[in-house]
Every structure is written in C-alpha cells, then in structure tokens.
C-alpha cells in the first residue's frame, strides 16, 4: 500500500532544481530576455537550503559529524534557517550568531526551527570580539563535537552551487544563457554557477551586485581593501566588510553598486507587476540589470539569468512595511499616490 503514495521522504529532496520564471513587467524598455532563478522555492525559502544541506552532506561523507554533534554557524538569517532544517530533519544541534541588522521576524524563525540564536552588534569590525565572526568562532572552540560552517570562507559553498546551481541554469536555458547577474555576500552563488557556466561557455558574461558600503567592487577592481569604503547600509545579505575566499573575484567580470533606496523600490514593483514576492536582494539583483543595461551591457540576443536568493516574507517588517520605508526616507521622492497612502 505504501508504494502507492507519492510523497517526499523528507523537506530536504526538496532542495534545488528551482524554477527559472520570465520578468516581464519591470524590463520593459530594456533590450534582452529576463528570467529569474526563484530560489524562494526551496523549503527554506532561500538559496542557502543548497549549502546548508551540501556542506552538512559533505561532512558526514568525510566522516567529520555524527548525528548528536552541534552546527554552528554565522549568518544574516538565511543560512541559519536553512542550517536549522537541515539539522533538524539530521538529529544535529543548531548553534547561530547573527547580526543585529537582520529582520526580528528572520531571528524568530531560527528559534522556530530549534536553533540556539546569539544576536551580535552589525556595526563593529569583523575582528571585534562581539562580531558575529568571532562569537562563532569562540562557540566552536567552547562546544565539544561542534562543526564551524563558516560558510565565507568555506569551498564547499561554491562547490554547491558549482554542483546544482549552475548546471540547472545551463539546463534550464538549453545552453543559451548569455548572462549571470547576482548579488554578492559569500559569493558563494555567484562564484559557483560562474564556474560551471564558464567552462561550458567562457563567453557567459558574469557580473556582480554589490551595496554601497560594502568593499567587494573596489576590491575586484584594484586588488587591495579599502576600509574606507565601508559603512553601514541596509540591504542584508548583500556586500561585505571583509573579502570572503567564497567569491573567486577571477570569475566575475563586473560589479555594479546598488542603493538601499534604488532597491528597496525595485522589490516593492516586482511584487506588485510580476506577482513575484520575493526579497530585498531580489530587488537589489533587477536595479542592478537597469544600471548594467544603461551601460549597454545587453541586446535583443541577451538571455540574462537573475538570481532571486530569497522569499519576501522575511521583509514584512522592512521593505514591505509602508512605515519603515517612510522612515527611512524613502518616500520623500516617489510619486504623491505612494505618499499619500502613509498619511491616511
Ligand atoms: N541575498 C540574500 C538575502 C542572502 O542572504 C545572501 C547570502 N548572504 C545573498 C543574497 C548572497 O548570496 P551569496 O552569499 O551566495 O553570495
């Protein structure tokens, strides 16, 4: 009787083969073809469902963790709830330092799935003691049996999108993507995709989407860090203050800098013209795909792939909120109607 039900062993075979879906709206007067990889469709809901599950995988291979040890691991929300599934379904305790810029709902959802949360101040540097990066570190070296993902400094993050990701895009688009566009904070997505799209096509042109406030663009074009590019800004999961060894900065050709205010708009259209609901970087990715297109980066031949990382439900409190984008300011500039929707 058993054999005959059609059901998923776990929330984990889930994981991947996302849908590439077609922009419609918000490209119409740029020359190309639009399709966004909506990694909200994992069970996660993000893109980190891949590395979470592959680098847990990858460890019970080598023979590192048993079930029973501790996952730790920083993260801006995203790879923590992944890392929280994937334990979960695993038998592995989940320990997670975030930052203080990530959403309350986003710190909620960690608690939900089981995950132990330490929240850790945004702005100090990365050598801070109370920097996520270091409170990690110090859980590790204190909890016995514990696996650090670290996942910025960590090969397997590309790897996993070297492995799924990017062979999905190839598949998905016959071979004829012409162009891979997306945000950038391990690097870890874009770095693998490039990777396996590159030795397919060496022609598939990479770029990158950076914040301003972050050194990751300033670093791909001189080599050197330049602490003076950093500041604090808005978008999470985007940019960095460090230089992650998960971006191979080789294989991107080019980045472009985005607003928080740029991007924050750009979301709020995609939801309300393509039906899509999905993330601040989301957003981040297509105001990026105007600025390249005013640099004339794409024609009538282009097929340019989008990556959307992540589900708009965790930005109900920020980008979503009519209040807190009024608070920022950043309807000071937009039409009346929008405007006048606050006031009543
Ligand atoms: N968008 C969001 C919402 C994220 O959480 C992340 C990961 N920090 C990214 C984009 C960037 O992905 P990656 O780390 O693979 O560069």
């Known amino acids: 009787m058993g054999q005959d039900i059609q059901a998923y062993n776990n929330v984990l ?19 190309g073809n639009f399709y966004a990889k909506v990694e909200a469709f994992n069970p996660g809901h993000s893109t980190k469902d891949r590395i979470a599950l592959y680098i847990i995988e990858e460890a ?13 691991e920083t993260t801006s929300g995203n790879t923590g709830f992944s890392l929280a599934m994937v334990s979960i379904i ?12 990530s959403s309350p709902d ?26 996520y990066y270091n409170v990690a570190k110090r859980l590790h070296e204190e909890t016995k049996g514990s696996v650090y993902i670290n996942q910025y400094f960590n090969e397997l993050n590309i790897e996993a999108h070297y492995k799924t990701t990017g062979p999905e895009i190839w598949e998905q688009t016959n ?18 995709a490039a990777k396996f799209l590159k030795e397919k096509n060496p022609n598939i042109r990479i770029l990158g989407v950076d914040a301003y406030g972050s050194v990751l663009k300033k670093y791909h074009e001189t080599r050197e860090f330049d602490a003076e ?65 005013e640099e004339n980066e794409f024609d009538e031949n282009s097929n340019v792939i989008a990556i959307f990382p992540d589900h708009g439900s965790r930005y109900m409190s920020k980008v979503f909120s009519d209040e ?4 920022q300011g950043f309807f000071d500039s937009v039409n009346a109607e929008e405007a006048q929707k606050i006031e009543f």
């Open 60 to 72: 019970e291979r080598q023979g590192i963790i048993k079930p029973g040890d501790t996952i730790i």
């Open 175 to 192: 071979g004829k993507v012409t162009h891979v566009v997306a945000c950038t904070g391990t690097g870890g997505t874009l770095s693998g």
């Open 324 to 327: 807190w984008m009024s608070a």
């Open 229 to 293: 590019e950093i500041y604090p800004y808005r978008i999470e999961g985007l940019g960095k203050n460090l230089i992650p060894t998960a971006t191979d900065f080789d294989l991107i050709d080019k980045f472009v800098k985005v607003t928080d205010e740029d991007s924050a708009h750009m979301t709020r259209n995609i939801a309300k013209t393509e039906g899509l609901f999905v993330g601040y970087t989301s957003g981040a990715v297509m105001q990026a795909i105007k600025q390249y297109a």
């Open 13 to 31: 075979e889930l994981i991947g083969n996302t849908p590439l879906i077609k922009i419609n709206k918000v490209t119409e007067e740029i020359k």
């Open 90 to 101: 695993k038998g592995y305790e989940c320990i997670l330092a975030v930052s203080s810029k």
């Open 106 to 131: 986003k710190i909620d959802m960690l608690r939900s799935l089981g995950a132990k949360v330490y929240v850790c101040p945004a702005h100090v540097s990365a050598d801070d003691e109370r920097s």
